[in-house]
Structures are given as structure tokens and as C-alpha cells.
């Protein structure tokens, strides 16, 4: 077991640590160009950074809902995520193809994300 020297290191050590959680949603009218990019009409290349030791499930809410609120921004209903690409290495990173669509979800569609019922429910995050 490490011992520590000083009671002091430990609480830097435990304070930086802490430092490499985000807790707080950054909303999508303070991104900047690179994390969401137009492709086409409809198509929008999605990326979402937290800090290291953010957990996967946090980084796969803020990017969902990141999504939702592209989706409703640019008058659309729903979407789907296409191919993901993930990194972790001095913060943790998610990178997303986008397809936003107009109308009612398909029955049956498993691959659809209603924008609305994920603003509804994730919406709660704190903001920076």
C-alpha cells in the first residue's frame, strides 16, 4: 500500500483528480465550430469533450443530448447516430455522424432518438 508523506499531497492529488470530472452540460449555443459541423442538409458531424476521469455514461448522455438539441434547433424531430468514434487520453472524447429527420418516428425504429423525450430528460445537467 502507498503511504502518503504528507497530508497535503493527498489532497492535491484527490483535488486534481476531481478536476478531470465535468459534471456540467455545456449547451449547444456555447459550442464552437469544430464540435458540430454540416455535412449535407441533414447531416451533421456531432463531437463532445469531457475531462478524463468523466465517466462513459456521462459523455453518452452530454452527446445525446447535444444531438437532441442540434435536432430541434434546425426545425427537425428525431435522429440517428450513425458511426461512433471514442477516445480517452488527457480527456475523454466521442465523435458522432448525425442524420436528422422530420415527422413521426417509424414503428418498430430502434435506431431513432426523439429529440424531445431526451431534452425532457436529460435537459436537467448543470450548466457551465
Request: aromatic residues 10%.
Amino acid at each position: 500500500m502507498m503511504k502518503w508523506r504528507s497530508p497535503m499531497t493527498l489532497i492535491l492529488v484527490l483535488t486534481w483528480l476531481c478536476g478531470c470530472v465535468t459534471t456540467a452540460y455545456r449547451p449547444l449555443e456555447q459550442t464552437t465550430g469544430q464540435e458540430v459541423t454540416q455535412l449535407t442538409e441533414n447531416e451533421f458531424h456531432v463531437h463532445y469533450t469531457v475531462g478524463a476521469m468523466t465517466p462513459q455514461d456521462r459523455l453518452d448522455e452530454f452527446l445525446r443530448l447535444r444531438c437532441a438539441e442540434l435536432t430541434l434547433q434546425r426545425g427537425y424531430d428525431y435522429f440517428e447516430m450513425g458511426e461512433r468514434f471514442d477516445q480517452l487520453m488527457a480527456t475523454r472524447s466521442s465523435s458522432v455522424m448525425v442524420r436528422l429527420h422530420k415527422g413521426v418516428i417509424p414503428e418498430g425504429a430502434t435506431l431513432f432518438h426523439d429529440a424531445r423525450a431526451i431534452v425532457e430528460e436529460l435537459g436537467r445537467f448543470p450548466q457551465d
